[in-house]
């Protein structure tokens, strides 16, 4: 199996900045696309933002120029470093990923647990 282990959220003000980090772990033969995303309080979980395993980014509108997502694939580690925070980012932010386990056959979504985000005055 696969284990996310998120850190890096916490408390901020609006215009500040939080990395957070996720780190996969396990018996790993490899991992393709690796996801952030969130989600507010009574509503679905949104895409925060996407990289796969060559680089190639895609991020939700809302986040656009102030998020950026990064991964280092030797370390199996997903990173999404969040400036010009607004209130309306506040959110459980939640890793994700597809990979493929040693002897397995077909690839598997991944979650970690959450790290609360909040952005207030």
């Known amino acids: 199996q696969v284990q996310l282990v998120e850190s890096g959220g916490g408390s901020v003000q609006p215009g500040g900045s939080l990395r957070l980090s996720c780190a996969a772990s396990?018996?790993?033969?490899?991992?393709?696309?690796m996801d952030w995303y969130r989600q507010h309080p009574g509503k679905q979980r949104e895409l925060v933002a996407a990289?796969?395993?060559?680089?190639?980014?895609n991020y939700a509108d809302s986040v656009k120029s102030r998020f950026t997502i990064s991964r280092d694939n030797a370390k199996n580690t997903v990173y999404l470093q969040m400036n010009s925070l607004k209130p309306e980012d506040t959110a459980v932010y939640y890793c994700?990923?597809?990979?493929?386990?040693?002897?397995?056959?077909?690839?598997?979504?991944?979650w970690g647990q959450g790290t609360q985000v909040t952005v207030s005055s």
């Open positions: 990289i796969n395993n060559g680089g190639t980014t």
């Open positions: 994700h990923a597809r990979a493929i386990v040693v002897g397995g056959q077909y690839w598997g979504d991944y």
């Open positions: 396990g018996s790993i033969l490899s991992i393709g696309t």
